[in-house]
């Protein structure tokens, strides 16, 4: 007579495993807690296995030329020389130099000059670009040209169009009665020229950031500013403004990071072929033109070093501020 193991065994027994098949012992089931345990641990270190060869090429083509940068600006190095050490001296000698002084003051001139209207005029062609225009598709990889065309070629046209004698800005100038204007010798006129070049060269590229930001807005949003009665302007103002905050403070940033750093446009914009001078009398070079002379004018690489460390932290600064203005905007904009 058998019995019937669910009830021999109660009514609230847990259930027995299944047996694994007599004379076979490679059939089995995966313990349930084994199983989980590699689950927790694929779920935690995968993402870093992902991201590791991003930060072991950074450390090798990155970090490590920064940290060797540093080691050189403490020593007096010349190229073909053995490197004497001489602490903060490079340092020292730096902050006392009227040119460097001169190239730092260019060089937020410049940059103030390019990323402010580049922004505005950025936010403005992303909304254009963002109404039901004809042919969006084809406007908005116009709008990048001018970002994918050789940086070269496009200095060499705006030093042909900034041209003293002949120069099509200047004969526009002269045609309504005004002064003709020596670009490359004036030095609040230098900047404008290259903020110019530098403002055509990123501005598409940066609409089309905001842009992409502007499309992630919910519909919603507007259709609820439109039931309370918000005309476009107001709409613009008050609902695309507040929530681009976050994407225009990237594109402040990364202007910031790239405009202080600017190199090709003022050592092309310069008549004599790109000697790192900027002008005559420097009135155009700016950090890292000054940076190139040292290093490869001078061969001066321990000098050089220390410019570069010096802008470095300029730009960290400058980084920092713009966070903690990030989380005091952000905070407010809770409120």
């Known amino acids: 007579m058998t019995t019937d193991t669910s009830v021999a065994s109660g009514r609230g027994a847990a259930p027995r495993p299944p047996r694994r098949p007599e004379g ?88 103030l000059m390019s990323s402010v209207p580049q922004i505005i005029v950025a936010v403005l062609i992303a909304a254009l670009l963002n109404t039901a225009l004809r042919a969006r598709t084809l406007w908005r990889m116009g709008v990048l040209l001018p970002y994918v065309a050789s940086l070269v070629a496009l200095t060499l046209i705006f030093g042909d169009l900034f041209g003293v004698q002949y120069g099509m ?107 790192a001078n900027g002008g005559a009398s420097n009135q155009f070079q700016t950090v890292m033109l000054y940076m190139y002379q040292a290093g490869f004018g001078r061969y001066e690489l321990g000098y050089a070093s220390a410019v570069a460390w010096v802008l470095f932290v300029v730009i960290i600064a400058i980084a920092g501020i713009n966070f903690m203005l990030t989380r005091r905007i952000a905070s407010s904009g809770e409120d």
């Open 24 to 111: 076979d012992d490679s059939v089995g089931l995966v313990d349930p807690t084994r199983r989980y345990r590699f689950s927790n641990l694929d779920a935690k270190f995968s993402p870093y296995l992902f991201v590791a060869p991003f930060f072991v090429l950074f450390t090798v083509v990155g970090l490590f030329p920064l940290l060797y940068t540093a080691y050189i600006s403490l020593f007096d190095w010349e190229i073909g020389l053995d490197g004497e050490f001489v602490g903060l001296a490079n340092y020292v000698e730096l902050l006392g130099d009227p040119q460097f002084w001169n190239a730092m003051v260019n060089t937020f001139s410049i940059f």
């Open 169 to 275: 800005i200047n004969d526009w100038l002269e045609a309504v009665g005004l002064d003709r204007i020596n670009w490359q010798a004036e030095r609040w006129w230098s900047h404008v020229a290259i903020a110019t070049m530098v403002d055509w060269r990123w501005t598409g590229y940066n609409a089309l950031i905001v842009l992409a930001a502007m499309q992630a807005i919910p519909r919603d949003v507007y259709e609820a500013a439109v039931v309370d009665g918000a005309g476009t302007m107001r709409r613009f103002f008050s609902v695309t403004l507040p929530m681009l905050r976050p994407t225009i403070i990237f594109v402040v940033i990364t202007s910031t990071i790239g405009g202080l750093q600017i190199f090709t446009e003022p050592l092309l914009f310069e008549p004599a072929g790109g000697n």
